[in-house]
Structure formats: C-alpha cells, structure tokens
C-alpha cells in the first residue's frame, strides 16, 4: 500500500500534546479502517527546534490521509507521497 507523509508545523507544542496529537491520529486510523476505509499510521519524527513534524501513514490515497487528519483535527500544510526507507529486520 502506498505511504504518504503528512508535513506539519507546531511550534510551541508541548511533549504531552504531541502524544496526545500521535494517539488522536492512531485512534482515527482504527476509525476509519472499522468503517472498511484502511488506514495505517506508521510513525511521527518530530524536530523540535524547527517546530516541525512529519508523520508517515499508509493508505489506499491521500485524501483519505487528508481525511484522517481533518477528523482528528490535528493540523497540516501537505500530504504527500514518500517513501517509508526503514530497514526490515529478521
């Protein structure tokens, strides 16, 4: 399935609300797959002295990552498709 990584820019987020923020988009992707729209959060890197964090999920296409984040309300300046590089282990 594709991956596509969500850029956002959130300054002066604290460590309590970017886990809040990485669980609401986990808890809409759980949502939205039961409702036979599959989609798959992957993993958040976050640098905090830029403010700016990108989230990889995996998805059939990005208006349904678009959708996962608007209902999660969690903000957002791009969807786009990305390669998720990260080595398989044994």
């Known amino acids: 399935m594709p ?11 604290t460590n309590d609300q970017l886990a809040a923020a990485q669980k ?3 808890d809409t ?3 939205f797959t039961s409702q036979g ?3 798959r959060y992957i993993r958040t890197t ?8 990108m989230c ?3 998805a059939s296409n ?7 984040n608007e209902v999660a309300k969690l903000p957002f300046s791009r969807v786009v498709a990305a390669l998720d590089l990260t ?3 044994s």
């Open 24 to 26: 609401a988009a986990i």
């Open 46 to 53: 976050f640098v905090p002295g830029e403010a700016h964090c």
């Open 29 to 31: 992707c759980k949502q």
């Open 62 to 68: 990005a208006d349904l990552v678009k959708q996962v």
């Open 3 to 13: 991956v596509f990584m969500v850029d956002r820019s959130l300054p002066g987020i």
């Open 37 to 39: 729209k599959p989609v």
């Open 87 to 89: 080595p398989k282990t």
């Open 56 to 58: 990889l999920f995996e």
